[in-house]
């Protein structure tokens, strides 16, 4: 064993140098092959902790260089369709309202000119809850698309394309603004509707809903409730009799049928009802003859018609 201090070689067993005294300690290997193992698992502890860094920093890069991306592509399209600015305005303003389709006033409302036609009919039903349909067509027959209100948004029943739309209803004062979109473009399209109150389904429905609602039909008991079609557009019926279906609520089967004159009879206006029974043989028949009507009345002392 040499000795560290001055060089000089000692026995193997020697606890002091014997040319300067200084003191010799023995090294255990042992306790080397331990450092050297705790050493090997530090570093090993250390290269996976930063493997897990570097996956979580690219991992939350490749998310948000994902959000950019798709920022990137939806303002593109905006800028490539040139109506970004509108499309923008169009949803922060229907993002601070919701459709409160219960607080739109009953009544059939309507737009025709020569490129389209666009009704609407909101009837409230027996609980209060109110029912729309909206009916959008080109006059040309290009595209037609029908939507109901389904609890709390407008469904698209039917439609002549294959796009999507989206729908949004506003009173301003008596008359109603339609907005439509298609899902497909940024292309808002704003169709301002005026309150019609001619002779029609719609107009009938709600005639006859005041006139149940006042408890005029003497066939209704205290605690039956009738029920009315809530889903009628316009129909050109103006050589025919408007026909209405009358139901107990809840139930499936017709109970009875109102029978209204339109302007093409001499009776405008005029309402037979007629139980079910009667209805269908009076239709087998094309004939009234031996069928009186259960009530009769004017739908005009029940709705205010142009």
Partial sequence: ????????????????????????????????????K???????????????????????YLKKEKEI????????????????EEAEEFYEEQEKKQIAVDELEEGYYSKEDPKENVSV??????????????????????????????????CQITSTEDDAYEIFLEQDGTDLVLSL????????????????????HTNVILGLKNYLEEKEFTMLSDTEMYA??????????????????????????TVYCALVATKAFEESGYVGIYSEEDMKEITAED??????????FSIYEYYEFE
């Fill in 38 to 60: 705790k050493g090997v698992l530090l570093v090993l502890f250390a290269v996976i902790i930063l493997v897990v860094v570097a996956g979580y920093v690219a991992l939350q």
């Fill in 181 to 200: 979109k298609k899902e497909s473009e940024n292309i808002l399209q704003e169709v301002t509707l005026q309150k019609q109150k001619y002779l029609n």
């Fill in 228 to 253: 009315l079609p809530t889903n009628e557009m316009e129909r050109d019926l103006y050589n025919e009799m408007i026909e209405i279906p009358i139901k107990i609520a809840g139930e499936e089967e």
């Fill in 287 to 296: 004939s009234f003859v031996g069928k009186e009507p259960l009530e009769e």
């Fill in 1 to 36: 064993m040499y000795c560290k201090k001055c060089g000089t070689e000692n026995e193997g067993q020697a606890k002091f140098c014997k040319s300067c005294g200084a003191s010799l300690k023995q090294s255990n290997g042992t306790a080397g092959k331990k450092k050297r």
């Fill in 121 to 154: 009919s909101l009837i409230k039903d027996y609980q209060g809850v109110m029912c729309a349909t909206v009916d959008y067509h080109q006059q040309d027959g290009s595209g037609e698309v029908y939507f109901e209100w389904k609890e709390d948004e407008f």
């Fill in 69 to 84: 991306q798709n920022n990137i592509q939806t303002g593109q399209e905006y800028l490539d369709g040139k109506e970004y």
